[in-house]
């Protein structure tokens, strides 16, 4: 069930779209704002509110990097894995990641803090390997580099 701060700012997204579906992503954005993630009742939910089947929402929220559709922990870290960034020198740094927070793609460290995301490119080719922490860009990203990264986020 969505809360009603949750339903008052879908609302007020819902008055500045010309059709109820195009707030999709927003109202998903304002539903993982206030929970850390979208779970299959808050697709249900927000579905019902803009006139869409769950199925419908759910293709989008999944087409989405920044849409979680599980919990993730308070800091997200996406390496991105794209053609240049692997050439560049992804297998490295995201092997030493994985050991350093114990984690593999997709894990989260036990302690909440990190969630580690492959994600397909971060539009950051000139600064490769790049990676994203929460809406913090680096890149390029050399092994070396990383205690210094993942203390800013202790």
């Known amino acids: 069930m969505l809360t009603h701060e949750e339903e008052n700012e879908i ?25 850390g993630w979208i779970s299959d009742e808050s697709i249900r939910d927000i579905a019902g509110v803009l006139g869409m089947t769950p199925s419908e929402l759910d293709a989008i929220a999944t087409f989405y990097n920044f849409i979680y559709r599980r919990p993730v922990g308070r800091h997200i870290i996406q390496v991105c894995d794209s053609m240049v960034c692997w050439t560049m020198g992804y297998n490295p740094l995201h092997g030493l990641l994985s050991r350093k927070l114990g984690i593999g793609p997709g894990g989260t460290t036990p302690d909440n803090r990190f969630t580690l995301l492959p994600v397909a490119c971060l539009g950051a080719c ?8 929460d809406e913090d860009l680096y890149g390029p990203v050399m092994p070396e580099m990383l205690d210094g990264i993942l203390e800013k986020y202790l």
């Not at 600064?127 to 922490?133: F, G, I, S």
């Open 11 to 35: 609302a007020d997204e819902l008055k500045r779209c010309d059709f109820k579906e195009a707030a999709s992503v927003e109202a998903l954005r304002i539903v993982q704002q206030h929970r």
């Open 126 to 133: 000139d600064r490769a390997p790049a990676m994203l922490v």
